[in-house]
């Protein structure tokens, strides 16, 4: 049993949180994240069914720098919430739930992500 003393006053800054608990982190940002795109996604769509000149602006707005910008953390949403979820069942089925195995599958996580 551990009998060292807890802190009182807890300097968020300071706090190293581990690399598991920041994959863990991202998974719910990215989940977050294509969760708000899906409004801007189906406001393109509508946009580009409305009329071949929607059409034009939808392909305008997608190729702009802010659009591929949108896209490419699309891209990277949908891959790391899909290989970070792949981790997370094998961990609830636990498979990879020892320290270090978690660690390094966080660090997989990151690299294919």
Not at 19 to 30: A, D, E, K, M, T
Not at 32 to 38: E, H, Q, S
């Amino acid at each position: 049993m551990n009998t060292k003393p807890r802190p009182k006053h807890l300097d968020l800054t300071k706090i190293r949180l581990p690399l598991p608990g920041f994959v863990s982190i991202l998974h719910r940002v990215s989940g977050f994240g294509m969760f708000l795109m899906i409004g801007v996604m189906l406001g393109i769509l509508a946009l580009s069914l409305e009329s071949p000149q929607g059409y034009e602006r939808a392909g305008e707005l997608l190729t702009g720098w802010l659009g591929k910008f949108l896209l490419l953390g699309l891209i990277w949403a949908f891959s790391h919430h899909f290989i970070a979820g792949i981790r997370f069942l094998l961990l609830d089925l636990h498979v990879g739930a020892e320290l270090a195995a978690a660690r390094k599958s966080s660090a997989l996580v990151l690299m294919l992500s």
